[in-house]
């Protein structure tokens, strides 16, 4: 199964067919069907990166030597 992340572009509103909620501002995780890939060439959708797995809440101290 091909997957991509999508979020709304600018000043549009998608609604999502699965669950006939409209998307966040955070990226979906998607299946690449023509649903999807037609939202994406009309503009209604952009493609974001995969998301990273796991980011450090907070950056660890240096150690003074």
């Keep these: 199964m091909r ?3 999508v979020k709304p572009a600018p ?3 998608v609604v999502d ?3 006939t909620k409209p998307l ?3 990226p979906l995780l998607v299946e690449r069907t023509g ?3 037609r939202r994406l060439k009309d503009g209604d959708v ?3 990166p995969t998301p990273a797995t796991s980011t ?4 660890p101290a240096k150690e003074e030597a």
């Design 11 to 13: 000043g549009r509103r």
């Design 56 to 59: 450090p809440a907070v950056a």
């Design 46 to 48: 952009v493609e974001c």
């Design 35 to 37: 649903f999807w890939l």
């Design 3 to 5: 997957t991509m992340y």
């Design 17 to 19: 067919p699965t669950t």
């Design 24 to 26: 966040g501002d955070v």
